[in-house]
């Protein structure tokens, strides 16, 4: 079964430097895609960043890139230059590739609190 | 152009009743998925529907039902509530089932 695990319930960083949210993922299949939400208080989901088990890079959008390692199955995300309006629920998501639906596994999610 | 819309933002209900919950999703989106987010945990999959057919069904109770009309969008049903059921109710519109765009959520209370 595809799992997706997030080993940080929560943490704190002061504001301006980077962070590393931490994302290990279980799947068989070789064709997957990895994503990263972004979740204020407010509830709404947020789309951040796409990783397909085929790019040959990192994915990077603005201040957030993923960082990559397949044979480790790791997909944690970077955020440089942290900002006080990053801090939120973060979730690490997988498509599930046997699913006949487009149903996305979330993992447990990382809090972020941005400290100024 | 506007996201995707759900209506109510929060709803209290009691145990035993049933409740209906509503998504527009992005216009020319063709697919709406549904998701439970119970407090502390991460979304999990109830429904896909795609051109008014269901794709695809989490691991939810048959009291979980969906429909989607011919304007695209969708309402989730529950029937029978149960406190259990207190969570926020996620919906999502995509093309085809690629990238999702989520909507703000509806706040299900269940006393």
């Known amino acids: 079964a595809q799992k997706i695990t997030q080993t940080q319930p929560g943490m704190f960083v002061q504001e301006k430097e980077a962070v590393t949210l931490d994302c290990t993922y279980d799947?068989?299949?070789?064709?997957?895609?990895l994503f990263w939400y972004k979740q204020p208080s407010s509830g709404e989901m947020i789309f951040l960043i796409y990783?397909?088990?085929?790019?040959?890079q990192n994915a990077t959008e603005g201040r957030y890139s993923l960082n990559f390692q397949k044979a480790r199955k790791s997909a944690n995300l970077v955020i440089s230059a942290s900002q006080l309006g990053d801090s939120a629920m973060y979730f690490c998501?997988?498509?599930?590739?046997?699913?006949?639906?487009?149903?996305?596994?979330f993992g447990s999610g990382t809090r972020l609190s941005i400290r100024p | 152009d506007a996201g995707v819309t759900q209506s109510p933002t929060h709803l209290i209900k009691t145990r035993g009743q049933h409740v209906t919950l509503r998504c527009s999703p992005i216009s020319g989106h063709k697919s709406v998925s549904w998701y439970q987010q119970v407090l502390g945990q991460g979304p999990q999959f109830i429904f896909q529907?795609?051109?008014?057919?269901?794709?695809g069904r989490g691991n939810f109770p048959d009291r979980f039902s969906a429909r989607q009309f011919p304007n695209y969008s969708s309402e989730l049903n529950v029937n029978a509530l149960l406190l259990g059921d207190s969570a926020l109710y996620l919906c999502?519109?995509?093309?085809?089932?690629?990238?999702?765009?989520f909507g703000p959520g509806t706040r299900l209370t269940v006393l």
């Open positions: 799947t068989s299949d070789q064709s997957y895609g």
């Open positions: 999502a519109s995509s093309l085809a089932g690629n990238e999702q765009f």
């Open positions: 998501a997988m498509r599930d590739p046997w699913s006949s639906a487009s149903k996305i596994i």
């Open positions: 529907y795609y051109e008014k057919e269901e794709r």
């Open positions: 990783q397909g088990s085929y790019d040959e």
